[in-house]
T-cell receptor
Framework: AQTVTQSQPEMSVQEAETVTLSCTYD???????LFWYKQPPSRQMILVIR??????QNATENRFSVNFQKAAKSFSLKISDSQLGDAAMYFC?????????????FGTGTLLAVQP | DTGVSQDPRHKITKRGQNVTFRCDPI?????LYWYRQTLGQGPEFLTY????????KSRLLSDRFSAERPKGSFSTLEIQRTEQGDSAMYLC?????????????FGNGTRLTVT
């Protein structure tokens, strides 16, 4: 079975600085997708960024980028120029590329605080 | 497109009572998922529908839990004889099966408190 591990329960960053959130996963599959989701307090979960395992190039979305290391099964999220609105719980998630569903397997999350 | 809608936002019930939650997915989405999220944890998969067919159920979904999606539109999740351990946020998500790239869109969730 696939598992996702986020070893940092909480992180803090100064506004305008850069922060990296860690995620590792375990799978025997070769084709899969990885995601970072953001869940602000009392608000819905939204997709931040996704990575296809077959792509070597790291995904980027504006201030958000990932460092995908397939051999190491590592998938970290870098947030540049942190803003107050980035404060939220961040979840790393895995989805198999095979099978009938595209259900997500989530890590336990990292609570990010942004200090003004 | 008003997003995924869940009702109610909050539900407080006494142990032993039955509760039902509703999820309205994004209209063109044919896949619908239910997840449960407890404090300090990531969401855990409960069940999945493609159109009206329930195609997968987690072992987390005990016999007291039942989900339906009549006509492949909205879905309901019922919990019978609630227990304190059922207290959690219940999240609904939907996606479109036409492309493998379709991300999941989540609702705001229903927070259940069992007293």
């Amino acid at each position: 079975a696939q598992t996702v591990t986020q070893s940092q329960p909480e992180m803090s960053v100064q506004e305008a600085e850069t922060v990296t959130l860690s995620c590792t996963y375990d799978t025997s599959e070769s084709d899969y997708y990885l995601f970072w989701y953001k869940q602000p307090p009392s608000r819905q979960m939204i997709l931040v960024i996704r990575q296809e395992a077959y792509k070597q190039q790291n995904a980027t979305e504006n201030r958000f980028s990932v460092n995908f290391q397939k051999a190491a099964k590592s998938f970290s999220l870098k947030i540049s120029d942190s803003q107050l609105g980035d404060a939220a719980m961040y979840f790393c998630a895995y989805r198999s590329a095979s099978g009938a569903t595209n259900k997500l397997i989530f890590g336990t999350g990292t609570l990010l605080a942004v200090q003004p | 497109d008003t997003g995924v809608s869940q009702d109610p936002r909050h539900k407080i019930t006494k142990r032993g009572q039955n509760v039902t939650f509703r999820c309205d997915p994004i209209s063109e989405h044919n896949r619908l998922y239910w997840y449960r999220q407890t404090l300090g944890q990531g969401p855990e998969f409960l069940t999945y529908f493609q159109n009206e067919a329930q195609l997968e159920k987690s072992r987390l979904l005990s016999d007291r839990f039942s989900a339906e999606r009549p006509k492949g539109s909205f879905s309901t999740l019922e919990i019978q004889r609630t227990e304190q351990g059922d207290s959690a946020m219940y999240l609904c998500a939907s996606s479109f099966a036409g492309t493998d790239r379709s991300p999941l869109h989540f609702g705001n969730g229903t927070r259940l408190t069992v007293t």
